[in-house]
């Protein structure tokens, strides 16, 4: 079982690039079978629910061509089935997408349904208002979604919650239907925008993507086209925090500042220096950072994935900071591991009170996701001594070449598989 060991102590310093959007790449894999021409995407981040997920795409049929490990081309002409296996929906929940495309495309998918997650109960039943408000009839069938239509016909449609995957799965089966569709209270997430924007240059029209309505004009068919994805808001704010909680000094590149002002805003106000460059944001950490409140809101509030990574900067800050988790209600199950490394924090239902406290020292500890994964692995970069993260299975599934990355920020880490080579990091670092 692969494995972390870190020792921690030395603040990060230098450049690190960011990779492509693994959300908004989800959801632009899944769009891509909404046509029998060619697609190419570039800007693919490589990592672990990508590569599930363009596994899943050839199962069903498509040809799935890698041009090199951040493009791929896609042709989706031979598609022979509209059943996906139940096998990608256990390793990776966003396959959910592909009832949205294939339902566009076929008029008829068939996708198990995604159980609960280590983050909450996550359920779908917006996703499948919508496309029942498009005409089509859905069932639940042996644990799968069963969804056909003659037609998909334009609706109006209100989300009572604001939901990223609802909007994006919507949109793309909206994208092939007749007439207009009006959807309201939708999520203004950056991928959101960049599967509507996908979609738009595969010929469909859809405008609104970033508001609160998004209007879908269907069209009959969607063509070819070649894209590049957003960076990933989540990973540049994993990087941030990193400088933050280490008190070091990175410039965070190939990002949109715009979509980090929520993480750039709260690591002002503790007492940062975050500079914005054109598409690189700098942040430099100070020995005396101090508390403050964080609330997990939609976009543009403050992201929740970003939640774990933030709480164990605020364990080092001084005063108390409370974070309340507004969006699932399983966020908080890291607070036990980081407990062993050293932190002061009680969790009342959604809400965190976390007492600041001087240092942590180095503890083993187990990843419960993916990203409290991350954010331990920020604990032990700050942290007296050496910190093993178990479970890092978790933390490939979003993070590209995480731990080289954070290497060549000055991280001392290495991936390790086996008692011999933790041993062997402990004697090189000594
Ligand atoms: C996406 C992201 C995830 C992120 C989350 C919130 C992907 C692949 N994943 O997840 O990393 O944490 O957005 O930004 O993009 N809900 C319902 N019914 C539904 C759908 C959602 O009640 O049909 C609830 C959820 O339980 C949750 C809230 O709505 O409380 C938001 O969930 P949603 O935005 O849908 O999250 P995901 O799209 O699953």
């Given at each position: 079982?692969?494995?972390y ?7 990060l310093a230098?450049?690190?690039t960011i ?5 908004a790449?989800?959801?632009i894999?899944a769009?891509a079978i909404?046509?029998?021409?060619d ?8 990592v ?8 899943a ?8 061509e ?5 493009t791929?081309?896609?042709?989706a002409?031979d ?6 296996d139940?096998?990608?929906i256990?390793?990776?929940r966003?396959?959910?997408y592909f009832i ?11 996708v ?13 039943d917006?996703h499948?208002?919508g496309f ?18 003659i ?8 989300l009572?919650k ?21 959807i309201?209270?939708?999520a203004?997430?950056?991928?959101v925008?960049?599967?509507a ?7 469909a ?17 969607l063509?070819?086209t ?5 960076p ?11 400088a933050?909680?280490?008190?070091g ?22 007492g940062?220096?975050v500079?914005e ?9 100070k ?11 939609p976009y543009?509030?403050f992201p ?10 605020l364990?080092?800050?001084?005063g108390t ?23 002061n924090?009680?969790v009342?239902?959604n809400?965190?009170?976390?007492d600041g406290?001087?240092?942590f020292?180095g503890?083993?500890v ?12 920020l604990a032990?970069?700050?942290?007296d ?5 178990d ?11 995480f731990?080289e990355?954070?290497?060549?920020l ?9 008692d ?7 004697l090189?670092?000594?």
């Open positions: 079982m692969e494995q060991i870190m020792k921690g102590g030395n603040p230098g450049e690190v990779s492509g959007a693994k959300n790449a989800l959801g894999l769009a909404m046509t029998d021409e697609v190419v995407i570039d800007n693919l981040p490589d672990r629910d990508i590569n599930v997920l363009l596994e795409i050839e199962e069903i049929g498509a040809r799935v890698r041009i090199d490990r951040h791929v081309r896609i042709n002409k598609i022979h089935e509209v059943e996906v139940d096998e990608y256990r390793r990776i966003a396959s959910y949205g495309a294939l339902l566009g495309k076929y008029k008829s998918a068939q198990p349904l995604p159980g609960g997650c280590n983050i909450g109960s996550r359920p779908i917006l499948l208002k029942r408000a498009l005409g089509a009839k859905i069932e639940i069938e042996r644990g799968a979604v069963v969804a056909h239509a037609d998909l016909v334009g609706s109006h449609i209100y009572d604001v939901s990223v995957g609802a909007t994006i799965n919507i949109m793309m089966a909206a994208s092939l239907a007749d007439g207009l569709t009006i309201e209270n939708v203004k997430e950056p991928h925008v960049d599967v924007s996908f979609l738009n240059s595969m010929g029209n859809i405008k609104g993507a970033g508001t609160d309505i998004i209007r879908i004009r269907g069209v009959r068919r063509h070819g070649e894209y590049s994805i957003i990933d808001q989540i990973e540049a704010g994993t990087f941030m925090c990193a933050a909680v280490t008190r000094d990175v410039t965070v590149k190939n990002v949109i500042p715009k979509h980090l002002e929520a993480i750039s805003a709260k690591l002002l106000e503790i940062c220096e500079v460059l054109d598409d690189a944001v700098r942040v430099v950490g020995p005396y950072q101090r508390h403050t409140n964080i609330n997990t809101l543009p509030g929740t994935d970003m939640q774990p990574q933030m709480s164990v900067t364990a080092l800050a001084h900071s409370i974070v309340t988790e507004s969006i699932f209600e399983n966020r908080f199950k890291y607070v036990d591991e980081l407990a062993r490394m050293g932190s924090i009680k009342e239902g809400v965190a009170v976390i406290v001087g240092c020292t503890a083993s187990n990843a419960p996701d993916l990203r409290a994964g991350a954010a331990l692995v032990g970069l700050a942290a001594g050496y910190t093993v993260v479970e890092i299975g978790y933390i490939q599934r979003g993070y590209e070449h731990e990355k954070l290497k060549s000055g991280a001392m880490i290495e991936r390790v598989d086996c011999k080579d933790l041993q062997k990091f402990r090189k670092i000594g």
